[in-house]
């Protein structure tokens, strides 16, 4: 490709991992998110110690979350991804994202999982299962879910049904995992939707797959590959300018940095467990004496003693 001139409007940037890019296309009433992660996903697979399959499995929907919880206009807002099967490989498979920190883990049968394919299909690893993505809006306390079959040939392939089933939002989602330089892993994502009657307002009740402007953008973000969504060395802006050049505009928001949180709190673990009666509680604790409370996201075990919670 051709080397990267920033045209009037970008900002030549390093290249960026752990970290989210926001576009706008006005002409096309098109918006975009360009998601790369590298540190922050190998800090979250290492609590686990998964096999290859479900890292990537993993890396694929935690770069999903960046994608979508990058669409919060509220701070303090929440989205998580639920998928959910029966029958399957993976029993369930949960990530949430919150004020830019992303955590997830999965749940799956190890012996199932060696006995199937190498590289087994989203219905072998779910079965009939259902994607559940959910907003919740911390200003307003509002909470929006929408439910989709894990139909198709990924997660990616789930996402865009969602957005068209659930929201009437013509959208393409690409996901990309590799083996990062010098060790661990990057994964890398894309998601550009149609809007044509806004962020906000009117329903979109006539909104078109085939609308020529959806079309025109659609088929220029097909172009992006998986070697330049994990290319660590690739700015994200460069990205935008290698898809969208021709455009009269494209308007870049400011880069969103991603990080590892989880929100397990041993304060909060006491308060709840303090709340039992004191038999209760007794009968709670293990041949040691201690109550044990798990995270499934960080992995961590939390001990406590019966008679510190009073």
Same mark, same amino acid.
């Given at each position: 490709m051709a080397d990267y001139t920033p045209k009037e409007g970008y900002r030549a940037v390093i290249g960026h991992v752990d970290t989210a890019l926001g576009f706008t296309i006005p002409a096309r009433h098109a918006r975009g998110r360009i998601v790369r992660i590298g540190p922050v996903l190998d800090a979250i697979l290492s609590n686990h110690g998964y096999p290859p399959v479900i890292e990537r499995l993993l890396a694929e929907a935690l770069t999903l979350t960046a994608l979508f919880g990058t669409l919060l206009k509220d701070v303090g807002g929440q989205l998580t991804i639920q998928a959910q099967s029966e029958g399957g490989i993976v029993d369930l498979l949960v990530c949430d994202y919150k004020g830019g920190e992303m955590r997830g883990y999965v749940r799956h049968d190890p012996d199932r999982? *060696? $006995?199937? @394919?190498?590289? @087994? #299909?989203?219905? *072998?690893?779910? %079965?009939? +299962?259902? !994607? /559940?993505?959910?907003?919740?809006? *911390?200003?307003?306390?509002e909470r929006y879910q929408g439910i989709v079959p894990l139909d198709g040939a990924s997660l990616a392939d789930a996402a865009e049904s969602y957005f068209s089933q659930s929201e009437q939002i013509p959208s393409l989602v690409r996901l990309a995992v590799a083996d990062a330089p010098g060790g661990g892993h990057v994964a890398g994502g894309v998601l550009i939707q149609h809007l044509p009657e806004g962020e906000e307002g009117r329903e979109r009740l006539h909104t078109r797959l085939d609308h020529p402007e959806w079309e025109h953008v659609s088929l220029l973000g097909s172009t992006l590959t998986a070697a330049e969504m994990t290319d660590p060395s690739l700015p !994200?802006?460069?990205? /935008?300018?290698?898809?969208?050049?021709? $455009? /009269?505009?494209? &308007?870049?928001?400011?880069?969103?940095?991603? #990080? &590892? +949180? =989880? &929100? =397990?709190? !041993?304060?909060?673990? &006491?308060?709840?467990? %303090?709340?039992? @009666?004191?038999? $209760?509680? /007794?009968?709670?604790a293990e041949a040691d004496g201690f109550i044990r409370v798990d995270c499934a996201f960080c992995a961590r075990s939390f001990p406590i003693e019966p008679a510190s919670l009073g």
């Open positions: 999982l *060696a $006995e199937g @394919p190498v590289n @087994p #299909s989203l219905f *072998a690893l779910f %079965g009939k +299962g259902y !994607l /559940a993505i959910t907003f919740d809006q *911390a200003a307003t306390g !994200l802006e460069q990205i /935008a300018w290698r898809l969208f050049n021709e $455009e /009269a505009e494209v &308007r870049v928001l400011p880069m969103a940095p991603l #990080s &590892r +949180g =989880c &929100r =397990c709190n !041993l304060d909060h673990i &006491r308060d709840v467990l %303090g709340r039992f @009666p004191a038999d $209760e509680r /007794a009968g709670m």
